[in-house]
Every structure is written in C-alpha cells, then in structure tokens.
C-alpha cells in the first residue's frame, strides 16, 4: 500500500530512494500473473524498492531477497519474499547496478570460483547421488519438496508454461468468454467449503487449447497452476449455467495432486540432481529443458493418482458436487476412444489405476 515517489522515514545516513537517476530497468513478475511489467528498481541500506510505471512503490526488506547469483550467461532473476520474480535481461547493466551497491558475491559464486571448492562439490554431488540411490529418491523428494519455497515453485510453473507455449501447447482458450472467471469462482467456492481451515491449497486456474493428441485433458504444476482444455468442458457440458460436476471433479482431482505436492515430488525424483544444483547454482536451465517433457508424459504414479482421487472425493463432498460426475466422465472417455485404458497420452489424469476402479470409487465411495 505504499505509494508516491515521496519518500521518508529512512533510516538516517542511507541513500535516497531513487538512486540520483542510478535506478535500474527491469521485468517485473507479481507471482500471480503470467504478464510482466516494467519497473525501475532502487536499493538503499534497508530495502529494495520497485518503481512501478503506475508511480506505485513496492518494498522489500533487502536481507528478505534473493539475489541473483553471478552465471556465465543468461537472464538474471531476483525472488521476492512475496512470490514475486524481478527478471534482470540486461547482464552487464545489473552487474553494474549490483557492484555499485555493494552486493556481495553469494557464496555458491564464490565458492564455485575456487577449483578445489569445485572438487569437494563434485566429490559431494557424487555422494548425494549414491545416497539418493541408497535411500530411494522419493523418499529424498518426499523430504525435501516442503523445503521448497513458494516463490520457486511459482518461477517453475512460469518456466514450465513457458516451454509449454513456445512448444505451441498451449492456445488460448476457444470458449465462449467470462468462463474462466465463472469456472474460477465454481472452483473457489469447491475449495472454501472443503477447506473451511487453514491447508488450502493455492492453486491458480486457466484454460487454454491443448493439442488434439491431449485429449479432453486438466493437469497440475508443483507451484497450483491448474491448465484445464477446451476439449474436456466441451466434453461435459453443464446445464442450467452450472458447471458439470465431472468438470469439477476433474479440478478437485488436480487441487489433490497440488495438495499432495505429486508434481513437485515427481520433479524432484526425476531431476534431484538438477533441482539442487540449480538451487546452488541459481540457474534453473537445466529444469527447463526438463520440466515440459516430465509434465506431458506426467502417468503420475499409482499411489500418486489414488491420493488424488481420495482428496477429490473429499472435496466434493465436503462441497456438495455430486461424485458420480466422475462416473460420467470416464463414460464419456471411454465413448470417445473405446481403446482407452492402453496407451492414451494424457496428462495429470493417468490411465492407471484403471477407470473402471476410479469410476468405482466415485461411485460407491469405496474400491
Ligand atoms: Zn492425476
């Protein structure tokens, strides 16, 4: 909330916001949505400031940041406490910028600069990898995926829809317009019923166009972003301006694999060793040629796809949407291609366990 150029209250002896004209241009991503605006950013002794075009300001205490690491090559990004992305395009200028006010080396940098710094870690990485293959790699990614901060599974949801794009996966949306707003608000309304407490999962919600070897399809990154296509609501469409509850419950599906963590484990047992490394490192490329390919071919694991549908089932009770919406949507799937239960590409919703099982389960309430 605040807001104006003018600024007071800082701490005596720091410089002036501002920076005599010094600020440095940059993307700005709130962690909420997928489009960026430009900022102008100023630091003092205290606090990083974001000049926003609007004239709005947004601090953040400077320790509460996290600064970019120096990388040979390529964009430089800056997490903010709040889930935000400050992204850095021009190198040379933010290492200009950063020099000038005195930020430090982090001490990955440091360390990789000194060889023998870099052969303790090689010796290390080989260690943590004989353990992950000692102690399971989900158990490792079970673990560790709590430790992963927000901010960073929001930057690998913007990083996957990314890839996913320049791919051509994800159209716009062909739907008639006001549905995403009406399917959030549906989906909102599931969620604050079946979450009356705290442990509400944040998930965020679009609908796009998928390719046609997607099928009527929903899936779930590790940060809540929920992409839901075309072709499964026009599968089941609702009566009465309500949604199908197959529609819902599909949603209630991926909310349960967000609060499970399903991606995110699954991403750490596939890439452990990218992921941390990118996390000492600060250079997350080896995740983005990783990433899309893991969320398209995503059969998420068995136990995984039963968690899911437990929490769904949960969920649309506790809302009222009636289970067997489900039970209409594998009909209908299996309508559509009666070969299904082989082979079909698909993404959060797996083909194993089999359909008939899971319609079993919304049906009856039970396996
Ligand atoms: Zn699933």
Known sequence: MTSSASTSGFEPGTPA?????????????????????????????????????????????????????????????????????????????????????????????????????????????????????????????????????????????????EQLRSEGWLEPSQMPAGTAERLRAAVDQMLARAYPDAGRPKVQLDIHRLPGWAGPNAFALPGGQIIISDALLELLPGEGGHFHPGVLGVLAHE?????????????????????????????????????????????????????????????????????RGMVAFFTALQRLDPQRGQALPSFGLATHPPDAERARLFETGSR
Do not use: K, N
């Not at 916001?17 to 440095?24: F, K, S, T, V, Y």
């Not at 000038?100 to 260690?127: F, K, Q």
């Not at 995740?287 to 995503?298: D, E, H």
């Open 255 to 323: 909310v349960g694999h967000v609060h499970g963590e399903h991606g995110l484990r699954h991403l750490l047992a596939a890439s452990s060793t990218a992921v941390l490394l990118g996390w000492w490192v600060g250079d997350y490329s080896s995740l983005l040629v990783l990433a899309p390919s893991l969320f398209i071919q995503a059969a998420h694991s068995r136990a995984f796809e039963r968690e899911a549908d437990d929490e769904a089932l949960r969920i649309m009770r506790a809302a009222g949407v009636d289970p």
């Open 17 to 161: 916001a501002g920076d005599g004209g010094a600020g440095l241009h940059a993307q700005w991503y709130d962690g909420e949505h997928a489009r960026s605006q430009e900022v102008e950013l100023s630091l003092t002794s205290g606090e990083l400031c974001l000049a926003l075009p609007s004239g709005d300001q947004r601090r953040y205490p400077r320790g509460r940041v996290t600064w970019p690491e120096r990388t040979r090559h390529g964009v430089r990004q800056l997490l903010l406490p709040d889930g935000g992305v400050v992204e850095l395009r021009d190198a040379p200028a933010w290492e200009a910028w950063a020099r000038r006010h005195g930020l430090a080396d982090p001490l990955a940098v440091r360390w990789a600069a000194s060889w023998r710094a870099a052969l303790w870690a090689a010796a290390g990485l080989v260690l943590l990898m004989v353990g992950a293959g000692v102690w399971g790699v989900p158990w490792l990614a079970e673990r560790s995926a709590p430790l992963v901060p927000q901010a960073v599974r929001v930057h690998i949801d913007r990083l996957v829809l």
